[in-house]
């Protein structure tokens, strides 16, 4: 019985390394989130960095998307593009109040001058993405709003 007990106990310790760590300043997270787009190795699960709102969003959109056809995103909204080669990568200081912060990032990509603003939660015990806007001149746009958008878009 107690083999019984202890079996979900270690694959659970052995599981344990693969749950995203909290990060405890809205720049660990930027930082974190961003290093794949440098080093090219991308993390399994992108929903850790994510608040459960805006995984809800993500599901929500791959759920009501019909088969064959694109989602809500056409275009990776973290890099406003959907190939990159970032550089010139700065994150501003975040203005926090009570459990939310608004953290600018900018980039360039391919060159092109990027910027993007993060609406940043502390959810579960470390700072997580809950929206974000690009603000580039071509192109401006709020992930939640294209969310929004694609959802009528379907029934």
Known sequence: MRRLTLIPALLLALAAPAFAQPYATPQELLEA???P????DFPEFESDYRTAALNALYEADAQNTPEGEIGALDF?????????DLADFVIGEPEESEGF???EVTFTNFGEP???TYDLVFEDGGWRIN???GENPDFTYRLSEIFAEAATRWE
């Open 101 to 103: 912060a608004t953290v």
């Open 131 to 133: 929206d974000l806007a």
């Open 37 to 40: 787009y440098f080093s090219g």
């Open 114 to 116: 990027r910027h993007i």
């Open 76 to 84: 990776d909204p973290y890099i406003d593009g959907q190939d990159y």
């Open 33 to 35: 989130f961003y290093e």
